[in-house]
Nanobody, 123 residues
Framework: QVELVESGGGLVQPGGSLRLSCEAS????????IGWFRQAPGQEREFVGS????????YYLDSVKGRFTISRDNAKNTVYLQMNSLNPDDTAVYYC????????????????WGQGTQVTVSS
């Protein structure tokens, strides 16, 4: 069974940074795009960003462009979401997902999901 495990979430002050990790087990991420999504309380899950299979291509939600960066280390079967200049609007549970062969923004494009990691931005 495919397992994705996110880690790295926590409480951070506005303007701070966090790096989330998404590690896959029993599934090789090498040939798949990875998507990061987030869901704030009472809101729908939204696309944050995606990275192609070889890391050459990325795509981001407008509100995180220039602040968030997705990278991947296929040798470690792990994908990262570096988040800088965090603000309270970034508070959410963050999920990684895979199973899409290409970068995709739609939830339905991804077959496998992690359990999520909480990110809270507050002073």
């Amino acid at each position: 069974q495919v397992e994705l495990v996110e880690s790295g979430g926590g409480l951070v002050q506005p303007g701070g940074s966090l790096r989330l990790s998404c590690e896959a087990s029993r599934f090789a991420l090498d040939y798949y795009a990875i998507g990061w999504f987030r869901q704030a309380p009472g809101q729908e899950r939204e696309f944050v960003g995606s990275i192609g299979w070889n890391g050459a291509n990325t795509y981001y939600l407008d509100s995180v462009k220039g602040r968030f960066t997705i990278s991947r280390d296929n040798a470690k079967n792990t994908v990262y979401l570096q988040m800088n200049s965090l603000n309270p609007d970034d508070t959410a549970v963050y999920y990684c997902a895979t199973g899409s062969l290409t970068i995709a923004t739609q939830i339905d494009s991804y077959a496998y999901w992690g359990q999520g990691t909480q990110v809270t931005v507050s002073s």
